[in-house]
């Protein structure tokens, strides 16, 4: 999880000598000591090799032009009056005529007329590339998430050709199964609930179940699997009863629960949450079986170890954290805080079971939701209170009945079915929609203080506040000292790795200036997925936003911002925008000792375009950033004729995103860089930063990053001195981001 690079070869080689030698020459005193330290060797050696092997087999697919015959693995669940672009998952049997060995899986952007079915198998020619992704603090790791679940790989499709039109049996049950979902209001939740494809979702129920904390009901998991079996289980434990004694046998039940468990899992594609349930469940039953007498922590131990010696990557997966960390706060809470035995029994005190269960999960998931999330829902206490028993009782049971009955072309039942779940979560989201009045988003700072539900219990039931007050009291206070954390720096710039765009952020710690927002799409926004959630991790308030020229991949966020941050002044060269600063060459303002000296343009234009591009130097006396936004050849020498010496910067933001049409040699000679800035990313249609451009920046012997490799750049500014970390690099250096970064950069 924390290694920067995966050893080399001859690393791992070496590792693995040393621990045979380790074992031939330790005394047989020592047995138990020499296998612990063994176990723990060969785990790592396992894992880093498994890690290699995995990427080595996709390494030879990336950025290629390949004509493959590939497998539809994603069923289609789209609507009939859908015609958008999506992604389609296909598994490669071969390419170039050649079969595969490993079968690696792609996710194929599909504009085509024709919509495959799972199980069909087409001729694709494809554009490849790696899934990069932003790598910013704060915004959500995709690099880590391609890996976990091994969708490296993407492509743009060029050419396709349906060569077995047969149908899977998954397919074949959706067909079956969606004429009646269609009819529902919530179809896309339905449609999860089902077959685990939460792609028909809408963006507005995610984030209301997301703010509500009840999100993770509808996503295929443990609960769900464990239902199935639990249902099955009951079902035939019932109709046992019309048998005679001699096909009674009490594992009947369990493995006809079973087998529904695996199918349903089957039925949901089998992805990662949904196989370490059914893997786990299948240990569990096993145990029982071989009668093991283990307690909860002892199974629990097992099943974590053997689902991570099946598959290592697992470990970088949330969702294999968030799965275990439930379980495990779980049997602590039953163990360490468990009701008092007149609670147990009579139903009459279901609710205060109940109430005490969600309670102390709300406390216990407080540290993985914080890191997570980076916030928590205040009402998820009473929401969960409401969803967990509709869903389990009424939503999720129904929509399996109704594809049940589908099956067997029971149309009036599958549609009463349907009309069931679909009225519960009508109901459901009512109440959400009601109850959604706060969601708390939290900086960093407060992850440590997310401990206190743990410690609360630890301490109440062992009593330590009798005798380890002080104790106590020392470890609340560490709990709060991130409140209390000295920065080691008086003022900060981030460029903000944003893909092909620009957006950086001029900052003391406390509050913020923005130069562009990023780019805007239909549906979301890098506002949204990057930029809010690092302002978020550090806690700070937006003062200004200045905007550099009005093209979408620099002014795309502004209203998601100033819907956000109200209050935040606006600067810009642009007559057609609420300005409440003009960005004027010659102006100034002044802020937290830091100066803006705007230094172009002369004009302000009704449409900013690049050669308006607001320019700005910011100082503080002694070093100074140079922000130019997309300036043009012609542009920087009217600067150079006009400011001279004055253009002298200690870091520079290559204009133009490190195209052809700026960073003339005079320019750069002019402002003099210690290091050049340049936002984009890996895949773009201009194919920038121009190989020119970045060999004349080399030949200057200056120190060049490129946000497409290095993620987040952040410049660290004190009296004295200043430094320069990268995200991949310094920030949160990881063999998974160190693989990508070394990648090259292709158009």
Not at 158 to 163: V, Y
Not at 454 to 469: A, D, Q
Not at 667 to 680: C, D
Request: hydrophobic fraction near 50%; aromatic fraction near 14%.
């Amino acid at each position: 999880m924390f290694l920067p690079s995966l050893p080399s070869y001859e690393q791992w080689y070496m590792l693995a000598i040393v621990l045979i030698t380790f074992i031939l020459i330790v005394p047989s005193t020592f047995y138990r000591f020499t296998i612990m330290i063994a176990v723990l060797i060969l785990s790592f050696l396992w894992s880093t090799a498994y890690s290699h092997q995995y990427l080595s087999n996709v390494e030879p697919y990336i950025d290629k032009t390949l004509i493959v015959q590939a497998k539809v693995e994603t069923i289609d669940v789209q609507a009939d009056n859908i015609t958008e672009p999506y992604y389609i998952k296909f598994a490669l049997i071969n390419s170039d005529q050649h079969y595969l060995s490993f079968n690696p899986t792609i996710s194929v952007y599909w504009d085509q007329p024709i919509i495959p079915k799972a199980g069909q198998i087409w001729q694709l020619t494809l554009k490849t590339k790696v899934s990069q992704g932003y790598l910013n603090e704060g915004g959500f790791d995709s690099q880590r998430f391609a890996i976990a679940n091994r969708r490296l790989l993407s492509a743009k499709l060029k050419q396709a050709k349906l060569l077995d039109d047969k149908r899977n049996v998954r397919q074949v049950i959706a067909d079956y199964a969606l004429p009646y979902i269609n009819l529902c209001v919530y179809r896309g939740i339905l449609i999860a609930l089902a077959f685990g494809e939460r792609t028909q979702i809408s963006g507005e129920d995610r984030l209301i179940m997301m703010q509500t904390g009840i999100a993770h009901l509808m996503a295929i998991s443990g609960m769900h699997i464990l239902l199935v079996f639990y249902f099955c289980c009951f079902i035939v434990k019932t109709s046992l009863f019309l048998l005679p004694n001699r096909y009674i046998h009490y594992f009947v039940p369990i493995i006809v629960g079973w087998l529904s468990a695996l199918f349903y899992a089957w039925l949901t594609g089998f992805n990662p949450p949904t196989l370490r349930a059914i893997f786990a469940l299948s240990i569990w039953i096993y145990l029982r079986y071989q009668s093991y007498h283990l307690s909860a922590w002892q199974k629990i131990n097992r099943i974590i170890a053997i689902l991570l010696l099946f598959d290592p990557l697992m470990i970088l997966s949330e969702s294999f954290w968030l799965s275990c960390y439930a379980v495990i706060s779980l049997l602590f809470l039953s163990q360490w805080m468990p009701l008092p035995n007149r609670f147990k029994q009579k139903k009459r005190w279901y609710l205060i079971r109940l109430l005490h269960l969600q309670f102390g999960l709300t406390l216990l998931l407080l540290p993985i939701q914080f890191f997570i999330f980076h916030g928590i829902s205040t009402v998820a206490l009473f929401t969960n209170l409401i969803a967990i028993p509709l869903i389990t009782l009424c939503t999720f049971p129904a929509i399996l009945l109704a594809l049940l009955f589908s099956l067997v072309h029971c149309f009036y039942l599958s549609l009463w079915f349907c009309f069931v779940a679909d009225s519960s979560l009508k109901g459901l989201f009512l109440c959400l929609k009601a109850m959604n009045v706060l969601w708390l988003t939290l900086p960093a700072n407060f992850y440590l203080l997310s401990l206190i539900g743990w410690l609360m219990i630890i301490v109440i039931h062992t009593e330590l506040w009798r005798h380890f007050f002080v104790t106590i009291l020392s470890i609340l206070c560490l709990m709060i000292s991130p409140f209390f954390v000295v920065l080691d720096y008086v003022w900060r710039v981030d460029m903000l790795d944003v893909g092909h765009g620009l957006a950086i952020v001029i900052h003391n710690g406390k509050s913020a200036i923005l130069y562009d927002t990023g780019a805007k799409w239909d549906k979301n926004s890098v506002a949204e997925q990057v930029i809010i959630p690092f302002l978020l991790q550090h806690n700070l308030t937006v003062e200004g936003i200045i905007i550099s020229h009005q093209h979408n991949d620099h002014i795309g966020g502004l209203n998601i911002l100033k819907r956000t941050y109200p209050n935040a002044w606006l600067m810009s060269s642009s007559s057609s925008l609420n300005n409440d600063y003009l960005c004027l060459a010659g102006n100034h303002i002044s802020w937290n000792q830091l100066s803006f000296n705007i230094l172009w343009p002369k004009k302000l234009v009704n449409y900013a375009q690049n050669k308006d591009s607001c320019v700005i130097q910011i100082t503080d006396g002694r070093f100074s950033v140079l922000l130019t936004g997309d300036l043009e050849r012609t542009q920087e020498y009217q600067l150079i004729e006009q400011y001279g010496v004055k253009l002298s910067s200690t870091f520079l933001q290559v204009p133009h995103h490190g195209s052809m049409s700026s960073s003339s040699y005079a320019f750069i000679n002019r402002v003099k860089p210690k290091s050049a800035l340049v936002s984009t990313s890996r895949y773009n249609a201009w194919n920038l930063p121009a190989d020119k451009i970045t060999l004349r920046y080399h030949e200057l012997n200056l120190d060049y990053h490129v946000t497409a490799r290095t993620g987040q750049i952040s410049l660290f500014f004190n009296k004295l001195t200043w430094n320069i970390k990268t995200m991949r690099e310094q920030v949160r250096p990881r063999w998974y981001h160190d693989w990508l970064g070394c990648l090259p950069i292709y158009e």
